[in-house]
């Protein structure tokens, strides 16, 4: 048992020894690469902060150049159009002055013109006037001895009408008392006869009725008398 125990602790200690020596190399090599990582990345965020720094710097170089460019550009623009503006505003004033003078020449020539055309239009009127006035005087003055000659016609078929409607007239009333003289003369003679009838007819039925009462009173007579002698 003692041998064996020894050889454990032997064995231990050399195992203890190793790994304290595999601890140590294992933390030193974990530093190395700590302070190498940590070393490393401000290296990195040095050379990235160097190269940032002339990445801006001629970032701004370039922008002020292309600023001092857009200002340069804007200022010819600028110029290049004021410059345009002002010819622009002077052609427009020489045009409009050379349009106003064309203008006030194109006001008198067509005045000239209108002038000129009213004078013409004016004696062409006055003539046309005298000729239209001329034929209307005419055509009145042969119109109204129209009229006449119709009026005249008319009043002559008035006449004649008025002349030939009393003559039918007056006929027309002779024929009619004519014929009222003949129907009362007929009818006075047909009243006459009608009296003339009625009165034989009336005489014939008294004389009838007579007759008839006397053979009534004679037959009422004998039967009273034939009704006394039986009494």
Known sequence: AGPY???RRDCFLVVHGARAAYVDNRAAIKIQKTWRGYSTR????????????????????????????????RRKIAAIR?????????EIKKWKKLLLGQRCVSRMVEGCMARKRCRRL????????????????????????EMKVKLQKVLRGSVLRMR?????????????????????????LRHGSAVRIQTSYRLFRTRRLERRRQLAAAKIGATWLTARARW
Do not use: P
């Open 164 to 188: 030939i409607q009393r003559r039918s007239e007056a006929s027309r009333r002779i024929a009619a008392d004519w014929k009222g003289y003949t129907e009362r003369k007929d009818q006075a």
């Open 42 to 73: 401000c290296a990195v965020q040095n050379e990235i902060a160097r190269t940032a720094h002339q990445m801006a710097t001629q970032l701004q170089a370039l922008f002020r150049r292309y600023a001092a460019l857009q200002r340069n550009r």
């Open 82 to 90: 004021i410059q345009s503006s002002w010819r622009r505003r002077a």
């Open 122 to 145: 004016m004696r062409a009127t006055r003539l046309f006037q005298r000729l239209i006035r001329g034929y209307l005087t005419r055509a009145r003055l042969a119109h109204t001895q």
């Open 5 to 7: 125990v020894n050889r």
